[in-house]
């Protein structure tokens, strides 16, 4: 049974920063894109970064690009979203995300995790 489990969310001031890590156990991790999406209050899902099964290649949406870094370590399982200069409109709820197209999007996702609420206070 594959289970994908965030930590690393919590409340923080802006221009603050925060890092986000994720576990994956049931799926063969290193064959697997990984990505962040959040969902804020009335808004629909949308993409922040993702990264190939390589490790080689990453994607950011314009909103966070040059703030968030994305990486993993394919040896602990583990995803992990460094968030810097972090701002009041980066609340969300913030989902880890597995799956085998690149690159990965919501509708090509095969496993999400619970989700871990990323709050910036101005």
């Known amino acids: 049974q594959v289970q994908v489990l965030e930590s690393g969310g919590g409340l923080v001031q802006a221009g603050g920063s925060l890092k986000l890590s994720c576990t994956a156990n049931?799926?063969?991790?290193?064959?697997?894109?990984m990505g962040w999406f959040r969902q804020a209050p009335g808004k629909e899902r949308e993409g922040v970064a993702c990264?190939?099964?390589?490790?080689?290649?990453?994607y950011y949406a314009d909103s966070v690009k040059g703030r968030f870094t994305i990486s993993r370590d394919d040896a602990k399982n583990t995803l992990y979203l460094q968030m810097n200069s972090l701002a009041p409109e980066d609340t969300a709820m913030y989902y880890c995300?597995?799956?085998?197209?690149?690159?990965?999007?919501?509708?090509?996702?095969?496993?999400w995790g619970r989700g871990t609420q990323v709050t910036v206070s101005s």
């Open positions: 990264i190939k099964w390589s490790g080689y290649y990453t």
């Open positions: 995300a597995a799956g085998v197209s690149w690159p990965l999007q919501e509708s090509t996702v095969g496993h």
């Open positions: 049931g799926l063969k991790f290193r064959d697997y894109a």
